[in-house]
């Protein structure tokens, strides 16, 4: 089946500092997702991309679809304490939309 | 209103018990999802329902038993669980379109002892 890794699996930073991190795919998608998910929360969307190359702002976050279509990218810039959580990526297991897979996540530490 | 509502928010029960977990929303949302979230790992997908009929089982034990009453609603019923049940349980609503993302609840904690 499909399976998604995320790189790094944590990361402790400063605040003020940018923030990437990385998700890869084992086969190709068609959707990328972008979730946070803060202690005792559900994951919140942060980022949709749907098209290969596509470049998606969302305040201080810009996710990155990648070429491929195997990868995407997230980055944080002027991280601040607000932004400490885990961050998941995700992509449709099936042409429908509704099943998808999440990678493990990347766990983001800040550090005032 | 953009939120999904869970209830309850923690619930502790025994093996033997029969509970129910709830989620609501007014979204307009025709399709409704429940995920399972062990600590520390990411959320799995257990049932999809799409304009109030399952699509999706992924293979839940049938201990778990899913309904959805009306297009904003839908329970989760749990019936002799397992202590390696105890996890997060997701509701989440979406489009019933290609690519949509999920909103999601805050989730129910449960412990089984």
């Known amino acids: 089946g499909q399976q998604l890794n995320q790189s790094p699996q944590s990361m402790f930073i400063q605040e003020g500092e940018d923030v990437s991190m990385n998700c890869t795919s084992s086969?190709?998608?068609?959707?990328w997702l972008w979730y946070k998910q803060e202690p005792g929360e559900g994951p919140v969307l942060l980022i949709a991309?749907?098209?290969?190359?596509e470049l998606t702002s969302n305040g201080r976050l810009t996710a990155q679809f990648g070429i491929t279509r195997k990868d995407s990218f997230l980055n944080i810039s002027a991280s601040i304490p607000s932004d400490v959580g885990i961050y998941f990526c995700?992509?449709?297991?099936?042409?429908?939309?509704?099943?998808?897979?999440f990678g493990p996540g990347t766990r983001l530490s800040v550090l005032p | 209103d953009t939120e999904v509502t869970q209830t309850p928010k923690h619930l502790v029960m025994g093996m033997t018990n029969k509970k129910s977990l709830k989620c609501e929303q007014h979204?307009?949302?025709?399709?409704m999802y429940w995920y399972k979230q062990k600590a520390k790992k990411p959320p799995e997908l257990m049932f999809v329902?799409?304009?109030?009929?399952?699509?999706i089982n992924e293979s839940v034990p049938s201990r778990f038993s899913p309904e959805c009453p009306n297009s904003s609603l839908l329970n989760l019923h749990l019936h002799a669980l397992q202590p390696e049940d105890s996890a997060l349980y997701l509701c989440?609503?979406?489009?019933?379109?290609?690519?949509?993302?999920?909103?999601f609840g805050s989730g129910t904690r449960l412990t089984v002892v």
């Open positions: 991309l749907y098209k290969a190359g």
């Open positions: 329902y799409s304009y109030e009929k399952l699509s």
């Open positions: 979204m307009g949302h025709r399709a």
């Open positions: 989440a609503s979406s489009q019933v379109v290609p690519g949509g993302g999920y909103t």
């Open positions: 086969s190709i998608f068609n959707t």
């Open positions: 995700a992509g449709p297991r099936d042409n429908y939309g509704q099943n998808f897979v």
